[in-house]
């Protein structure tokens, strides 16, 4: 499986930004945003199953500000982030899991300041 992340950059507080995360190798059935900000641990943002059936989870500290959708016949992951916050400056990265072996794209910078 390969992640290529895009999207990311720099963008004032309250402002928004759309990443997206384009997949290509094996299928997978569920897809997930991570971040993981300076000096912290990686942590899940959002995820959504990839199969006929559409259904999403999201962290308490992005819900109702961020919106996590795909295109399967683009095999394409976005992530829709609103009202943003520097809280949310981190490296934002695509993860797919096929079996026990898990992928990552090379992540995105996500800067929110002034």
């Known amino acids: 499986v390969q992640l290529v992340e895009s999207g990311g950059g720099l963008v004032q507080p309250g402002g928004s930004l759309r990443l997206s995360c384009a997949a290509s190798g094996s299928r997978f059935s569920i897809a997930a945003w991570y971040r993981q900000a300076p000096e912290k641990q990686r942590e899940l943002v959002a995820d959504?199953?990839?199969?006929?059936?559409?259904?999403?989870e999201y962290a308490d500290s992005v819900k109702g500000r961020f919106t996590i959708s795909r295109d399967k016949g683009k095999r394409t992951v976005y992530l829709q982030m609103n009202n943003l916050s520097p809280e949310d400056t981190a490296v934002y990265y695509c993860?797919?899991?096929?079996?026990?072996?898990?992928?990552w794209g090379q992540g995105t910078l996500v800067t929110v300041s002034s």
């Open positions: 959504i199953s990839m199969t006929n059936v559409e259904v999403t």
């Open positions: 993860h797919a899991r096929v079996g026990s072996v898990d992928y």
